[in-house]
């Protein structure tokens, strides 16, 4: 089944060491997005790739970075882990068309922990 | 400004009917999703509206009006495993964003 994969689901680091997220997707869709969601909170778009172009949003840290390898892979990478941080990270895939092209698919997330 | 309102939480029997609204105000409009979200879990696709009226599948249904800036998510015949957040989201005319509510949490009880 086309699918969009996050590993691990859940993941545990330290304050202050670096840790990186991996999302794939069978879906050869062309926008890629990463979202952080806090417990009883609604999702927070941290940035999101249209192909190899990547859009950051304004309230983004710093501390988050992004690559988009190729059409299926997307990194998230948290240079500096805070315990603000724990949260759950959700990548999604949409088609980039117009419409009902939007749906967004979401992966199962991963779950970070910091300690 | 952009905003996008949800009730927090609400609570229905078992084969009762619910109905979530949602309302907005966003800078441009691209079509309004409904998600259904269980707890620990992605966020699942439900239904898109992007012209007035009402959309039908199956026990769910969602309605938009876009002059009122108002959407429903109808929820019929209530079962336990419909207990979950349902987050309405607006696509932002020009871009690919997802503006989110913050999630209605839905307890269905027996």
């Known amino acids: 089944d086309a699918m969009v994969i996050q590993n691990p689901r859940y993941q545990v680091t330290q304050f202050g060491k670096p840790v990186t997220l991996s999302c794939s997707q069978t879906l050869n869709h062309n926008v890629m997005y990463w979202y952080q969601q806090k417990s009883s909170q609604a999702p927070k778009l941290l940035f999101h790739?249209?192909?190899?172009?990547?859009?950051n949003e304004a309230d983004t840290p710093d501390n988050f970075q992004s690559r988009r390898p190729n059409t299926s892979f997307c990194f998230l990478d948290i240079r500096s882990p805070g315990l603000g941080d724990a949260a759950m990270y959700l990548c999604?895939?949409?088609?980039?068309?117009?419409?009902?092209?939007?749906?967004?698919?979401f992966g199962p997330g991963t779950r970070l922990l910091v300690l | 400004g952009q905003n996008i309102d949800q009730p927090t939480e609400m609570t229905a029997t078992e084969g009762a009917i619910v109905q979530i609204n949602c309302t907005y105000q966003?800078?441009?409009?691209?079509?309004l999703f409904w998600y259904q979200q269980h707890a620990g879990e992605a966020p699942t696709f439900l239904s898109y509206n992007v012209l007035d009226g009402l959309e039908e599948k199956g026990r769910f249904s969602s309605f938009l009006s876009r002059s009122k800036g108002y959407s429903y998510l109808l929820l019929k015949e209530l079962q336990m495993k419909d207990s979950a957040s349902y987050l309405c989201?607006?696509?932002?005319?020009?871009?690919?964003?997802?503006?989110f509510g913050t999630g209605t949490r839905l307890k269905v009880l027996a």
């Open positions: 999604a895939t949409s088609g980039g068309g117009a419409g009902v092209r939007e749906t967004q698919y």
């Open positions: 966003t800078s441009g409009f691209n079509g």
């Open positions: 989201a607006v696509v932002r005319g020009g871009t690919y964003k997802y503006i």
């Open positions: 790739y249209y192909d190899k172009d990547f859009n």
